[in-house]
């Protein structure tokens, strides 16, 4: 965490994280400081890159996308060319929200979002199977979803 963010950068940005929608007046009452100081350290953050985006968070389950699933990958060989491939099919799939390099066992985990199951097989099969680097897929199917928060803990850096 940067040394510039005081206690009540850091109240802002909690309440921004939960929720964007506020106006810089609310946020300013419930951090108990006036709107146009407050305006400020809101628009720094977001100069700053500390805000990166603001976005709507959507239900997925309302949208009938029920099957969550973490899948593990590993490629034919670690070449740099496979790489770049592979990274740059990823992030041409919808399907795929998040996708982080592994230490350990695996190359790569991928958090993959469909409608269902059938979803998912035609996905794996059409989709990732049709990469040519891919050399193992393990897929790991939420059952139940105990916590899902785009939130940091902003409270453990104060």
């Known amino acids: 965490m940067d040394n510039k963010l005081s206690r009540q950068d850091i ?53 009938g996308m029920d099957l969550v699933a973490f899948t593990t990958i590993n490629l034919t060989t670690a070449g740099r060319q496979n790489l770049v491939e592979f990274e740059a099919s990823v992030e041409n799939f919808d399907e795929v929200v998040e996708c982080y390099t592994m230490t350990g066992t695996w190359d790569y985990m991928l958090k993959i979002i469909v409608k269902d199951i059938r979803h998912y097989e035609t996905f794996v099969r059409d989709r990732l199977l049709a990469l040519p680097m891919i050399g193992e897929i393990h897929s790991h199917i939420a059952v139940t979803e105990i916590k899902n928060t785009t939130a940091l803990p902003l409270t453990t850096q104060l």
Do not use: F, Y
Not at 25 to 36: L, R, W
Not at 57 to 62: A, F, N
């Open 11 to 63: 109240q802002i940005l909690s309440i921004l994280q939960t929720d964007a929608g506020k106006t810089s007046s609310e946020i300013a009452d419930m951090v108990g400081m006036s709107q146009s100081p407050c305006w400020r350290r809101i628009n720094r953050v977001e100069q700053e890159g500390i805000v990166a985006r603001k976005v709507a968070v959507l239900d997925r389950h309302k949208l």
